[in-house]
C-alpha cells in the first residue's frame, strides 16, 4: 500500500464533508469572484474590509449543521482569492483580527469542528489578488489584468512565494492538528515549482505528518512516480468524473467532488439555483459508486450565517444519511456492472442498491442469481424477499439474475431507496 492509500484511509472512509467558503465577499454578495468579475481595485474592495463584523458567527451552529447534515470533516476558506485572510497572520493585516470581527475566526472553528468530532480542514488560496507581489497586469484572472497603472509597477514574486510557506507554516502550527490542506489552484505557468511546491510540501508534511493535500499545487497524481507537490487526492470541481479516477498503472486515485449547492461557492443574495436533496444524494451516491467523496458548499452570509435553504437542503440529506449512511460511509464501487434502475456501492459482502428509479416491476439484480444470502431495507431492516417473478424464465437475460419485489410502503423515499444485500 502506497502513502498516499494509508493517509487517505479515513478519508476514503468518510466519504462526505462540508466546504464553507466565506470571507469579504459575502458583503457583496456576488460571490466569491466579485472582485476579479468586476474588476475592483484594492481602494474599492477595501470599504468591506472596515465592515467585516459576522456578528452571527458561531462555528458551533456550522459544525451541528454539518453533524446532522452526515457530514465527516469539513473545509473552510483561510484565505480565498481575494487575498483576506480569516486567520491571525503575523504576515499580514489584512486578516479578520484587524476588522471588526476582531477575532481570528479560524480558530474558533478548528475548536468547534474537533469538538463534534469532526475533521478539520484548510483551504488556502494560491491566488491572491492583495499581494503586492502576485502579478496583476497581464494574469488572466487578477482584478487589475488590463489596468494600466499596473503595468509598469515591478513585482518580487520570490516575496509572494515566502509570504505563501510562511502562512502555511502558521495555519499548520497554531491550530493543533490539521487533517487536510486543500490549495487552490495552479494554472498556467504558475504551478507546481512556481510555488516552491516540493519543498512547500516537505515542510507540510513535517509539521502535520498525517495531514492530506488535494492535487492542485500542480503535479500529476496520475503518474506513477508522482512529484512531491502533486498531492494525495484529486479534486474534481463541479463534476463527479464518470469514469472515477485511476492512476497510469490503473490503480484507484482517492478523489473528491466539490460541488456547489446553488450556483456560487461565496454567498451570492440573488442565486436561489439550488440543487434538491434528492440531487444532492444522488450525486453522493454517484460519487461513492465510484470510489470517490463528496464535499458539499456551504456560502455563510455577511453576518455568518449559513442561508437557510442550504441548512434545509442539509438537513433533509442528513435524515436520508441517517437511516442510509451504511451505503456510504466506507463504501465504494461494486465490480458489478452499473444497474438500469440506479446505482450500486458496496462495502466488503455488503451490496447498497441505490433505487432511483424503480420502474413498475421488481428490480432486477443481473448476475445475482443464488447469491444473495439476505436482502433487507436498508431504511429500517425489513426484510425483502428474493423471488421468481411468473413466466420470468421466458425473459432474455434474466437466467442469471435476481428479482426482488418492492412495495409502495417501501418506495416511499423517493430521494433513493436502498436495498441492503448481503451477497456471498
Ligand atoms: O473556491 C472555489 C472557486 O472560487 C475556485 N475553486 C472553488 C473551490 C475557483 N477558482 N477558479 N475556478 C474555480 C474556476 C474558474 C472559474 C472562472 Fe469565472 C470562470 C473564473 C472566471 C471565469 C466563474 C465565472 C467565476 C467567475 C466567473
Not at 189 to 198: C, I, L, P, S
Not at 370 to 380: E, F, S, T
Amino acid at each position: 500500500m502506497n502513502k498516499r492509500w494509508e493517509r487517505t484511509d479515513w478519508f476514503r472512509e468518510a466519504r462526505y464533508g462540508m466546504f464553507i467558503h466565506w470571507g469579504l465577499y459575502a458583503i457583496p454578495a456576488r460571490g466569491e469572484w466579485v472582485r476579479s468579475v468586476e474588476k475592483l481595485s484594492n481602494e474599492e474592495y477595501e470599504p468591506y474590509f472596515r465592515e467585516f463584523r459576522g456578528d452571527r458567527y458561531d462555528p458551533r451552529v456550522w459544525a451541528k449543521a454539518a453533524k446532522a447534515a452526515g457530514q465527516q470533516y469539513a473545509v473552510l476558506t483561510t484565505k480565498h482569492h481575494d487575498g483576506f485572510c480569516l486567520f491571525d497572520s503575523e504576515f499580514t493585516d489584512y486578516k479578520a483580527t484587524n476588522t471588526p470581527a476582531q477575532r481570528d475566526l479560524i480558530k474558533d472553528y478548528v475548536e468547534a469542528f474537533r469538538d463534534e468530532g469532526l475533521k478539520v480542514g484548510f483551504y488556502y488560496s494560491l491566488i491572491d489578488w492583495h499581494h503586492d507581489d502576485y502579478p496583476a497586469y497581464g494574469d488572466r484572472i487578477h482584478p487589475m489584468r488590463d489596468n494600466e497603472a499596473y503595468k509598469d509597477r515591478s513585482i518580487q514574486f520570490e516575496r509572494y512565494v515566502e509570504y505563501l510557506h510562511a502562512q502555511v507554516k502558521e495555519l499548520l502550527t497554531n491550530y493543533g492538528k490539521i487533517d487536510i490542506m486543500w490549495f487552490d489552484f495552479s494554472y498556467d505557468d504558475m504551478t507546481g515549482e512556481k510555488w516552491r511546491g516540493a519543498e512547500l510540501v516537505t515542510m507540510i508534511r513535517s509539521l502535520q505528518p498525517d495531514i492530506i493535500i488535494d492535487n492542485r499545487l500542480g503535479g500529476d497524481i496520475k503518474k506513477s512516480e508522482p512529484e512531491v507537490y502533486a498531492g494525495d487526492f484529486y479534486s474534481p470541481e463541479q463534476i463527479v468524473p464518470p469514469g472515477g479516477i485511476v492512476d497510469e498503472n490503473g490503480l484507484n486515485v482517492p478523489w473528491e467532488a466539490c460541488i456547489t449547492l446553488n450556483d456560487n461557492w461565496g454567498y451570492h443574495a440573488k442565486d436561489f439555483a439550488y440543487k434538491s436533496p434528492k440531487q444532492v444524494v444522488r450525486a453522493l451516491v454517484e460519487c461513492i459508486s465510484k470510489n470517490g467523496n463528496m464535499l458539499l458548499n456551504v456560502g455563510p452570509d455577511a453576518r455568518g450565517e449559513i442561508p437557510v435553504p442550504s441548512i434545509q437542503i442539509l438537513s433533509s440529506v442528513g435524515e436520508w444519511m441517517r437511516r442510509n449512511g451504511k451505503s456510504i460511509y466506507g463504501c465504494g464501487a461494486s465490480s458489478l456492472p452499473k444497474p438500469e434502475w440506479g446505482r450500486y456501492t458496496q462495502n466488503g459482502n455488503m451490496l447498497y442498491a441505490h433505487v432511483f428509479d424503480r420502474g413498475i416491476g421488481p428490480i432486477y439484480f443481473q448476475g445475482l442469481k443464488g447469491k444473495i444470502k439476505k436482502a433487507r431495507l436498508l431504511a429500517d431492516g425489513s426484510e425483502l424477499k428474493v423471488s421468481t417473478p411468473w413466466m420470468a424464465e421466458h425473459y432474455s437475460d434474466t437466467e442469471s439474475g435476481a428479482f426482488i419485489h418492492l412495495t409502495g410502503a417501501e418506495l416511499s423515499d423517493d430521494m433513493d431507496t436502498v436495498i441492503a444485500l448481503e451477497i456471498e
